[in-house]
């Protein structure tokens, strides 16, 4: 799926600060491909962690099949001399992420863990209760923590599955603590993946400029109805 050409210039007035946000609707490999050099000062995202993930629903995620790194190749070029990729992952393909952060020139400096606050479900004869999903921080030369140091473990309760927009929502809050964490006030916000917008939304709540794109039609226009409701 192409991007047409008036979201992809939102995207570059976001870039150089003529308007707050935008959400494109397509691969995030042509958004990608399309904006400048040094234009992003962070990469928050949960993409496709390659495990054919089904919720209780039976909903799907796309191109869920094998890891969906493709896109870190332009994240080197993308992202300023002090810029930084914030990546969530999963067990079973942590080292797969890795990897391929590593190879796309980024030094991988932290692993988070996300505690749930509540275990979901699975082999429950076989398997502890999963209560915690993974994220690999990862930078350029010249970043630097804008405040306190954060830790290495986050507590935020996850979406209720009965509430959730997305079958892999991330809470708003948590997304708050990550932005909060690694950005400055105004830098510019990159989410590939942006599914039903939870970065997008704390991004606007905190001062940050942001750009997303989302394959999904559905989520693109639930995230668009988030992104327009938020309020700094």
Not at 6 to 14: E, M, N, T
Not at 21 to 45: F, H, Q, V, Y
Not at 81 to 110: H, M, N, P, Y
Not at 216 to 231: H, W
Request: aromatic share 8%; net charge positive.
């Amino acid at each position: 799926m192409q991007l047409n050409n008036s979201k992809s210039r939102a995207a570059l007035d976001v870039a150089r600060g003529d308007r707050r946000w935008s959400l494109s609707l397509g691969d995030c490999r042509t958004l990608l491909a399309r904006l400048p050099d040094a234009s992003i000062d962070a990469i928050i995202t949960d993409p496709p962690y390659g495990m054919n993930y089904v919720s209780w629903t039976g909903q799907r995620v796309k191109n869920d099949g094998a890891p969906f790194v493709w896109w870190l190749g332009e994240v080197d070029r993308l992202l300023k001399d002090d810029g930084c990729l914030f990546c969530f992952t999963i067990q079973q393909v942590q080292e797969d992420w890795r990897r391929a952060i590593s190879w796309a020139g980024l030094k991988i400096q932290s692993q988070i863990i996300w505690d749930k606050c509540v275990h979901g479900s699975g082999d429950c004869k076989r398997q502890f209760g999963p209560q915690h999903e993974l994220a690999w921080f990862a930078t350029k030369k010249g970043y630097g923590f804008p405040g306190k140091r954060p830790t290495t473990v986050i507590r935020h309760s996850r979406v209720h599955a009965v509430q959730r927009l997305h079958p892999t929502e991330k809470p708003v809050d948590l997304m708050k603590n990550i932005v909060e964490s690694i950005t400055e006030a105004d830098d510019v916000v990159l989410d590939p993946f942006a599914g039903s917008g939870s970065t997008g939304v704390a991004c606007v709540e905190l001062g940050r400029r942001f750009i997303g794109c989302e394959l999904v039609e559905e989520y693109v226009n639930v995230a668009r109805t988030r992104l327009r409701k938020a309020k700094p």
